[in-house]
Protein backbone atom coordinates (compact mmCIF):
# COMPACT_ATOMS: atom_id res chain seq x y z
CA UNK A 1 0.00 0.00 0.00
CA UNK A 2 2.03 3.01 -1.08
CA UNK A 3 -0.54 4.48 -2.51
CA UNK A 4 -2.54 7.85 -1.04
CA UNK A 5 -5.87 7.64 0.20
CA UNK A 6 -8.17 10.80 -0.51
CA UNK A 7 -10.71 11.45 1.90
CA UNK A 8 -13.37 13.48 0.86
CA UNK A 9 -14.46 16.79 2.80
CA UNK A 10 -18.15 16.23 3.70
CA UNK A 11 -19.06 19.53 3.50
CA UNK A 12 -22.33 19.36 2.09
CA UNK A 13 -23.96 19.46 5.87
CA UNK A 14 -22.31 22.62 7.13
CA UNK A 15 -23.09 24.21 3.83
CA UNK A 16 -26.49 23.47 4.74
CA UNK A 17 -25.99 24.73 8.81
CA UNK A 18 -24.71 27.88 6.60
CA UNK A 19 -27.72 28.81 5.58
CA UNK A 20 -29.79 28.59 8.63
CA UNK A 21 -26.91 29.98 10.94
CA UNK A 22 -29.34 31.99 12.23
CA UNK A 23 -28.21 35.33 11.34
CA UNK A 24 -32.05 36.45 11.18
CA UNK A 25 -32.09 36.69 15.19
CA UNK A 26 -30.61 40.36 15.88
CA UNK A 27 -29.38 41.73 19.03
CA UNK A 28 -30.55 44.91 20.13
CA UNK A 29 -28.68 48.22 19.88
CA UNK A 30 -26.18 49.11 22.22
CA UNK A 31 -27.99 50.25 24.91
CA UNK A 32 -30.43 47.04 25.43
CA UNK A 33 -27.45 44.95 24.69
CA UNK A 34 -27.56 43.46 28.80
CA UNK A 35 -31.15 42.05 27.25
CA UNK A 36 -29.85 40.79 23.87
CA UNK A 37 -29.73 37.03 23.40
CA UNK A 38 -27.15 35.11 23.42
CA UNK A 39 -26.89 33.09 20.18
CA UNK A 40 -28.11 36.55 17.72
CA UNK A 41 -25.94 38.44 15.40
CA UNK A 42 -25.03 41.72 16.66
CA UNK A 43 -27.43 44.06 14.51
CA UNK A 44 -24.72 46.04 12.09
CA UNK A 45 -23.25 42.73 11.22
CA UNK A 46 -26.53 41.28 9.84
CA UNK A 47 -26.46 42.74 6.28
CA UNK A 48 -22.84 40.93 5.62
CA UNK A 49 -23.15 37.85 6.99
CA UNK A 50 -26.48 37.45 5.16
CA UNK A 51 -24.48 38.45 2.20
CA UNK A 52 -22.11 35.94 2.46
CA UNK A 53 -24.63 33.69 3.30
CA UNK A 54 -26.19 34.26 -0.21
CA UNK A 55 -22.91 34.38 -1.50
CA UNK A 56 -22.45 31.16 0.01
CA UNK A 57 -25.60 29.55 -1.80
CA UNK A 58 -24.58 31.08 -4.97
CA UNK A 59 -21.02 29.63 -5.26
CA UNK A 60 -19.62 33.13 -5.17
CA UNK A 61 -17.10 32.26 -2.40
CA UNK A 62 -14.39 34.88 -3.21
CA UNK A 63 -17.55 37.31 -2.57
CA UNK A 64 -18.26 35.25 0.96
CA UNK A 65 -14.87 35.24 1.88
CA UNK A 66 -14.84 39.59 1.18
CA UNK A 67 -17.81 39.82 3.46
CA UNK A 68 -17.13 37.73 6.18
CA UNK A 69 -13.43 39.47 6.13
CA UNK A 70 -15.21 42.79 7.14
CA UNK A 71 -16.85 41.37 10.14
CA UNK A 72 -13.66 39.79 11.44
CA UNK A 73 -11.66 42.67 10.99
CA UNK A 74 -14.27 44.51 13.17
CA UNK A 75 -13.03 44.80 16.83
CA UNK A 76 -16.50 44.90 18.30
CA UNK A 77 -17.71 41.31 17.50
CA UNK A 78 -19.36 39.38 20.35
CA UNK A 79 -18.84 36.13 20.98
CA UNK A 80 -21.64 34.48 18.80
CA UNK A 81 -20.41 37.22 15.82
CA UNK A 82 -17.48 35.26 15.77
CA UNK A 83 -18.61 31.55 16.08
CA UNK A 84 -20.95 32.90 12.72
CA UNK A 85 -18.03 34.42 11.16
CA UNK A 86 -15.81 31.11 11.96
CA UNK A 87 -18.20 29.17 10.60
CA UNK A 88 -18.93 30.63 7.32
CA UNK A 89 -16.11 31.58 6.27
CA UNK A 90 -14.71 28.21 7.33
CA UNK A 91 -16.90 26.49 4.69
CA UNK A 92 -15.97 29.39 2.30
CA UNK A 93 -12.37 28.48 2.12
CA UNK A 94 -12.71 24.85 2.13
CA UNK A 95 -15.01 25.69 -1.21
CA UNK A 96 -11.92 27.56 -2.50
CA UNK A 97 -9.51 24.53 -1.23
CA UNK A 98 -8.00 26.39 0.84
CA UNK A 99 -7.56 23.56 3.64
CA UNK A 100 -5.15 24.55 5.57
CA UNK A 101 -6.66 28.31 6.21
CA UNK A 102 -10.28 27.08 7.29
CA UNK A 103 -8.75 25.11 9.87
CA UNK A 104 -8.38 27.19 12.06
CA UNK A 105 -11.75 28.60 12.12
CA UNK A 106 -12.94 25.14 12.76
CA UNK A 107 -10.78 24.97 15.62
CA UNK A 108 -12.48 28.13 16.80
CA UNK A 109 -16.22 26.72 16.38
CA UNK A 110 -15.67 23.64 18.21
CA UNK A 111 -14.04 25.79 21.29
CA UNK A 112 -16.68 28.33 21.14
CA UNK A 113 -19.43 26.68 23.54
CA UNK A 114 -22.31 27.05 20.93
CA UNK A 115 -22.04 24.18 18.47
CA UNK A 116 -24.22 20.88 19.55
CA UNK A 117 -22.37 17.94 20.99
CA UNK A 118 -22.84 15.97 18.25
CA UNK A 119 -22.04 19.16 15.19
CA UNK A 120 -18.63 19.36 17.34
CA UNK A 121 -17.85 15.50 16.87
CA UNK A 122 -18.55 16.62 13.17
CA UNK A 123 -16.18 19.43 12.46
CA UNK A 124 -13.46 17.78 14.49
CA UNK A 125 -13.31 14.57 12.14
CA UNK A 126 -13.39 17.19 9.13
CA UNK A 127 -10.49 18.72 10.47
CA UNK A 128 -8.73 15.53 10.79
CA UNK A 129 -9.53 15.20 6.76
CA UNK A 130 -8.15 18.81 6.46
CA UNK A 131 -5.01 18.57 8.26
CA UNK A 132 -4.45 14.89 6.08
CA UNK A 133 -5.58 16.80 2.69
CA UNK A 134 -2.78 19.61 3.88
CA UNK A 135 -0.12 16.73 3.87
CA UNK A 136 0.10 17.46 8.23
CA UNK A 137 0.23 13.78 8.18
CA UNK A 138 1.55 13.79 11.95
CA UNK A 139 -1.15 16.29 12.90
CA UNK A 140 -3.81 14.57 11.64
CA UNK A 141 -2.58 11.16 13.15
CA UNK A 142 -2.74 13.58 16.62
CA UNK A 143 -5.63 14.85 15.96
CA UNK A 144 -7.39 11.83 15.19
CA UNK A 145 -6.42 9.85 17.69
CA UNK A 146 -7.95 12.36 19.65
CA UNK A 147 -11.41 11.81 18.21
CA UNK A 148 -10.74 8.36 18.42
CA UNK A 149 -10.39 8.51 22.16
CA UNK A 150 -13.43 10.77 22.43
CA UNK A 151 -16.01 7.83 21.05
CA UNK A 152 -16.81 10.23 18.06
CA UNK A 153 -14.80 8.34 15.09
CA UNK A 154 -16.06 7.13 12.24
CA UNK A 155 -14.53 4.47 9.61
CA UNK A 156 -13.42 7.41 7.75
CA UNK A 157 -11.42 8.17 11.02
CA UNK A 158 -9.42 5.37 11.37
CA UNK A 159 -8.46 5.04 7.66
CA UNK A 160 -7.05 8.75 7.61
CA UNK A 161 -5.12 8.41 10.92
CA UNK A 162 -3.71 5.03 9.75
CA UNK A 163 -3.26 6.12 6.55
CA UNK A 164 -1.46 9.57 8.33
CA UNK A 165 0.83 6.88 10.33
CA UNK A 166 1.55 4.50 7.45
CA UNK A 167 2.99 7.94 5.01
CA UNK A 168 4.76 9.22 7.76
CA UNK A 169 6.20 5.54 8.09
CA UNK A 170 5.61 4.48 11.58
CA UNK A 171 4.10 1.36 10.83
CA UNK A 172 3.60 0.29 15.00
CA UNK A 173 1.07 3.18 14.73
CA UNK A 174 -0.69 1.79 11.82
CA UNK A 175 -1.33 -1.40 13.79
CA UNK A 176 -2.24 -0.05 16.94
CA UNK A 177 -4.95 1.84 15.19
CA UNK A 178 -6.50 -0.56 13.18
CA UNK A 179 -5.43 -4.43 14.56
CA UNK A 180 -7.94 -3.94 17.40
CA UNK A 181 -11.07 -2.90 14.88
CA UNK A 182 -10.01 -5.80 12.46
CA UNK A 183 -10.16 -8.31 15.40
CA UNK A 184 -13.45 -7.12 16.64
CA UNK A 185 -14.59 -7.42 13.06
CA UNK A 186 -13.70 -10.76 12.56
CA UNK A 187 -14.84 -11.94 15.87
CA UNK A 188 -17.99 -10.11 14.91
CA UNK A 189 -18.24 -11.10 11.22
CA UNK A 190 -18.45 -7.76 10.24
CA UNK A 191 -16.79 -6.51 6.79
CA UNK A 192 -14.29 -3.37 7.21
CA UNK A 193 -13.33 -1.36 3.81
CA UNK A 194 -11.14 -2.99 1.89
CA UNK A 195 -8.31 -0.18 2.76
CA UNK A 196 -8.56 -1.19 6.19
CA UNK A 197 -7.58 -4.34 5.54
CA UNK A 198 -4.87 -3.45 3.08
CA UNK A 199 -2.88 -0.68 5.38
CA UNK A 200 -3.30 -3.33 8.34
CA UNK A 201 -1.68 -6.19 6.30
CA UNK A 202 1.08 -3.63 4.59
CA UNK A 203 1.96 -2.11 8.05
CA UNK A 204 2.78 -5.63 8.69
CA UNK A 205 4.65 -6.49 6.07
CA UNK A 206 6.71 -3.19 6.12
CA UNK A 207 8.04 -4.89 9.76
CA UNK A 208 8.39 -8.38 7.86
CA UNK A 209 5.26 -9.58 10.77
CA UNK A 210 4.03 -11.85 8.17
CA UNK A 211 2.60 -14.21 10.82
CA UNK A 212 0.12 -11.37 11.41
CA UNK A 213 -0.31 -9.93 8.16
CA UNK A 214 -1.84 -13.31 7.70
CA UNK A 215 -4.74 -12.19 9.12
CA UNK A 216 -5.94 -9.04 7.12
CA UNK A 217 -4.54 -10.88 4.01
CA UNK A 218 -6.85 -13.65 4.63
CA UNK A 219 -10.11 -10.96 5.02
CA UNK A 220 -9.12 -9.39 2.14
CA UNK A 221 -9.35 -12.56 -0.21
CA UNK A 222 -12.48 -13.78 1.67
CA UNK A 223 -14.29 -10.21 1.31
CA UNK A 224 -12.55 -8.61 -1.52
CA UNK A 225 -11.86 -11.08 -3.82
CA UNK A 226 -8.98 -10.45 -6.56
CA UNK A 227 -5.77 -11.63 -8.25
CA UNK A 228 -4.34 -8.48 -6.45
CA UNK A 229 -4.74 -10.93 -2.87
Known amino acids: ?3 RINFKISF ?4 ALAAGV ?3 SVAPLAAQAAEAPKNSVTRKFVK ?8 LQAKDFPKAIEQLRTVEAAPDRSPYDTFVVNQLLGIALVQSQQNAAAIPYFEGMISSGFLEPNDSQLYSREIVKL ?3 DKQYAKAAEA ?4 IASGAADEDTYLVVSQAEFLN ?10 APRVKQAEASGTKLPEATLQLLSEAYIRQNDMANAAGPLR ?3 THYPSPQH
Do not use: D, H, S
Not at 144 to 147: L, N, S, T, Y
Not at 169 to 178: H, R, T
Open 48 to 55: PIQEAQAA
Open 219 to 221: LLV
Open 144 to 147: GRKV
Open 22 to 24: GVL
Open 131 to 133: LYG
Open 12 to 15: ALAL
Open 169 to 178: KNYPGVVEVL
Open 1 to 3: MTN
